[in-house]
Structure formats: structure tokens, C-alpha cells
């Protein structure tokens, strides 16, 4: 009886969506967002990097990325946290408990995953698409942009995978952002300050808001994926 | 004046096993050059080198417009090129896939336009512009890769087993293609092929790869 009550409050509350409710999932996508952006700029063209050329040290930097794929949020928000702290190396840039802190630790959980899914997928591209494109006459760039082209789905899956991380972490967020009220306060933060109240309505409408967005972004993965696979390259 | 090749002394090694040993090749006319041997008796290997795309351990490849060498540089490479037995399809429309070698050359337009659908109609591939090419047969790819070499003009057209994995249709079909080239004087084709009936039907010019040497030519 209280759990279908719970819902049907949730449900309404969703439906009404009010400026605050509003503001929480818009400040949500705004930081995951803007760190996915981060994420990609860095995390592509190392991927790239990685794919394309031979150095030392390459097998360990991904060996680190594979690692780093399963950081734990809270070890994140830690070491964020001690960066931009006011005795911290950063803290002069006073970030900590604001929006931009925020997506400084979500910008450093989504790198690992753009740049080690994106370097699977530029790896994985069959080795006769180089060879054709040096046969027509590509230079050594045009050869990289082509094989950049042929992963862009795999690509594209890392960095939709990277963004259901993000959009569903709290550890991280929760320690450097603080779940100040209309400024810092995201979807899972909120989640865990009205479940810590007793107020279940409103953190079960943000859970289903947030499965929602968790449907959608597993959907499109499917969907990219499922192109990508279209025949197997002749 | 067309580019005229010279291979010289070609040597090459694969884990110890002499694939190729002073292997020399000329040519100065146009025509069909088949290149025929036993499988795995390294005509792969030379028809890469001769376009540049694998290095000979020994030996030189030479290319001659006139009575001068032409560097081996990019702007050589976009003169020659070579149709692999696997063609590397882009995960492409069939259009996009024939437009790539215009592109990366800066040829767009209705220029290009114009060369893709008449290499497409001239491979017989007009009909399937618009389809995703990994959806396309073992043939209809082997053609598209004809195509794709086609519509960049090259002076030097290299087929490696263009019919090695299609079946009677297509093999007749791209046979055809080859021929009409010649009719057309589009470019020198030099072809590796197994099969010796085909190789008479094509060859202006026999050459027999054997133990690692050609043998006549």
C-alpha cells in the first residue's frame, strides 16, 4: 500500500514536473554533458594515439585505461576533492562544492571509458580497410581518418557507455559538488538526500526519471551497435 | 606518354622462406599482363610490391614516364593502384565507397558525380549506389573494388585474383570489364591469376611465376 502510494506521488510529480524537480534533471545533463565534451576531446584523440602509433610505454598506458575503466566514484571524488580543497594544489581556483567541480571528477570517470572503447574500436577495424585506402592513394592522414570513419561506431558506443556512468554515479558528485540546493544538486544526489529523509516520492520520480534516461541511452547503444554490425567487411 | 614500370631483382623473405629471388618484370606497351603460377608461389607478394605497397627485400621497383623516373612519392601512388582480393569495403553507401579516391584527391562535385555513376554503370553496379556496399555479393564486391580503381583514372591498374572467390556469373562478368578496359584503352592492367584458362582468355602478355622467378614474359 505505501510502495503503490509512493509511486503514484511519483508518477504525479513527474507528470506536474516543477521548476525545482526541473532545474535538478536539467543541472544533471548540463555536468554530464559538459564532462562527456571533456571526456571525448581527451579521451579520442589518445585513443587515436594509441591506435596509430608505436612508442614505449603504449601496452601500459592501456593496460592503466582498462584499469581505470572501474574507478570507483568515491576514490575519484576523493582525490578531486584533495585537489581543489583550499590546502589542496587547486584550491586557489576555489571549484570545490560548484558545478565545474563536478565536472572535473565526472570529466576524469568518462575519460577512460571514451579512450579505451574508442582504441578498441579503432584496433578492430580490419587491416584490409588500410590497405585499400593506401592502394587508392590516401595519405598516412587520410588513412587515420578513414579508420577513425570505420570505428565511428564502436566510437560512438564508448562514448554513450561513458555517459550512462556518469549520469548514474553519486559518489564522486556527492563529495565535491556537496547537493547544495538549486546549485550543486543532481538527479543521484537528490536520490540519496530524500531516501536519507524518508521522502521516497520525489527520489522515486528522480529514479525513474533516471531509468528513463538509462532506457534511452542503452537503447541507442543497441542501436549503433546493430549498425555497426551490417555486414562484416569484405 | 603512359607509366611504364621496371621491377629489378626482386627478393623477398617471408619466416625464412624465399617467396621471391631476382625477380625482374618490364613493360613499355599497353595491354593485359598475366601474371599465373602456383598457389602461394609469391604473385600476391609481387603484384603488392610492384604498387607499392609492401617493400622488397632486395631488388628496385622502378616507375618511367617518358625516358625520366618518377619519384616514388604520393603523387606516384595516386597514379598506380591495385584491387586487393579482399577489397576492404567501407561501411558505406556503394557511391561513397567508388566517390572515396575523388575525395581524398579534393574531387567533389559534379565532376565527381559524374565519374562514380559512370564507373558504377561501367562495373554494372548502377542499380546499387544507394545500398549499404557490406550488403553487396563476393562478385558485386570484387566489382565495386574495380570501380573504386576505375573512377581515380590510374595509368597502372594491378588485379590481384580479381575472380579468386565469385562464382561463374561474376567471374564472366568481371572478365568482361578487364576486356572492355583494353577496348578502351582505360589503362595497363597487370592480373594475378591460378587459373591458366583465364589466363588465356585475358593475356595480351603470359608471364609464368615459378620458383620464385618469372619465368617468360
Redesign the interface.
Same mark, same amino acid.
Given at each position: 500500500m505505501f510502495l503503490a502510494e509512493s509511486f503514484k506521488t511519483a508518477f504525479s510529480l513527474i507528470i506536474g514536473l516543477n521548476a525545482e524537480l526541473l532545474g535538478i534533471i536539467l543541472l544533471s545533463l548540463k555536468v554530464s554533458g559538459s564532462a562527456l565534451i571533456i571526456a571525448t576531446l581527451i579521451g579520442l584523440p589518445l585513443a587515436s594515439l594509441l591506435g596509430f602509433k608505436r612508442f614505449r610505454l603504449k601496452g601500459m598506458i592501456i593496460s592503466i585505461l582498462h584499469t581505470f575503466m572501474g574507478l570507483p566514484p568515491v576514490v575519484v571524488g576523493l582525490l578531486v576533492y584533495l585537489l581543489l580543497s583550499r590546502s589542496g594544489p587547486l584550491g586557489f581556483l576555489a571549484l570545490l562544492y560548484s558545478p565545474s567541480a563536478m565536472i572535473i571528477a565526472q570529466s576524469i570517470l568518462a575519460f577512460p571509458i571514451v579512450a579505451a572503447l574508442s582504441h578498441s574500436a579503432i584496433v578492430g577495424v580490419?587491416p584490409?580497410? %588500410?590497405?585499400?585506402? /593506401? %592502394? /587508392? +592513394?590516401? %595519405?598516412p592522414y587520410?588513412v587515420s581518418m !578513414?579508420i577513425i570513419?570505420?570505428a565511428r561506431?564502436g566510437i560512438m558506443s564508448g562514448i554513450i557507455a561513458a555517459f550512462g556512468r556518469v549520469m548514474a554515479e553519486v559518489g564522486a558528485i556527492l563529495i565535491v559538488g556537496g547537493n547544495i540546493a538549486g546549485f550543486t544538486r543532481v538527479m543521484t544526489t537528490t536520490i540519496a538526500l530524500e531516501t536519507d529523509k524518508g521522502n521516497f516520492e520525489l527520489a522515486l520520480a528522480l529514479g525513474i526519471i533516471l531509468l528513463t534516461i538509462s532506457l534511452v541511452i542503452n537503447s541507442a547503444v543497441h542501436i549503433v551497435q546493430q549498425k +555497426?554490425a !551490417? +555486414?562484416?567487411?569484405? | 606518354m603512359t607509366l611504364r614500370l621496371s621491377a629489378s631483382n626482386i627478393g623477398k623473405t617471408y619466416n625464412s622462406d624465399q617467396i621471391l629471388r631476382d625477380c625482374s618484370f618490364s613493360f613499355s606497351e599497353q595491354g593485359i599482363y598475366v601474371l599465373t603460377g602456383a598457389n602461394g608461389c609469391g604473385k600476391s607478394t609481387f603484384l603488392r610490391i610492384c604498387a607499392l605497397i609492401e617493400e622488397p627485400d632486395s631488388g628496385e621497383i622502378n616507375y618511367f614516364s617518358d625516358k625520366s623516373m618518377v619519384q616514388k612519392n604520393l603523387e606516384l601512388r595516386r597514379r598506380i593502384t591495385l584491387v586487393l582480393p579482399k577489397v576492404g569495403v567501407f561501411h558505406t553507401t556503394v557511391f561513397k565507397n567508388v566517390d572515396y579516391g575523388l575525395r581524398i584527391r579534393g574531387i567533389r562535385g559534379t565532376e565527381a558525380n559524374e565519374r562514380v555513376e559512370k564507373a558504377l554503370e561501367f562495373v554494372e553496379l548502377g542499380h546499387k549506389r544507394n545500398q549499404n556496399a557490406r550488403t553487396l555479393s563476393s562478385g558485386e564486391t570484387q566489382r565495386l573494388g574495380i570501380a573504386r580503381a576505375l573512377v581515380i583514372k590510374p595509368e597502372i591498374l594491378f588485379l590481384d585474383e580479381p575472380t579468386a572467390s565469385v562464382d561463374q556469373k561474376n567471374t564472366r562478368i568481371i572478365e568482361d570489364i578487364i576486356l572492355n578496359m583494353k577496348q578502351d584503352s582505360m589503362a595497363t592492367v597487370v592480373i594475378t591469376t591460378h587459373d591458366r584458362q583465364q589466363a588465356a582468355r585475358l593475356a595480351d602478355h603470359l608471364l609464368v611465376l615459378k620458383d620464385g622467378k618469372i619465368l617468360s614474359g
Open positions: 580490419n584490409v580497410i %588500410t590497405q585499400a585506402s /593506401l %592502394t /587508392l +592513394g590516401a %595519405t587520410q !578513414t570513419r570505420e561506431y +555497426g !551490417t +555486414g562484416a567487411g569484405r | -
